[in-house]
């Protein structure tokens, strides 16, 4: 997840990051291609995070079917 984020958008995203909430994703071959995560929820909201495709694999719709 770490290198697919720091591919598309570096910086923000830290290596343990992903112990903040759940995240999921889709794999193409073996290569994780496209994630999206769920890092807090309040009061009925939700905060999304590290919504992101792989370049390759953009126009396709995958965080869509996440």
Known sequence: ???LVQLVQ??????????MG???GIR???QLVA???ERMRLNGLTE???ICTHPDFTG????GSL
Request: net charge positive; no cysteine; aromatic share 18%.
């Open 28 to 30: 193409h071959e073996g």
């Open 60 to 63: 396709r719709g995958m965080p």
């Open 35 to 37: 994630i999206a995560g």
């Open 1 to 3: 997840m770490y290198a």
């Open 48 to 50: 999304l995070s590290a």
């Open 22 to 24: 759940r995240y999921t």
């Open 10 to 19: 570096p910086g923000y995203f830290m290596p343990e990051t992903y112990r």
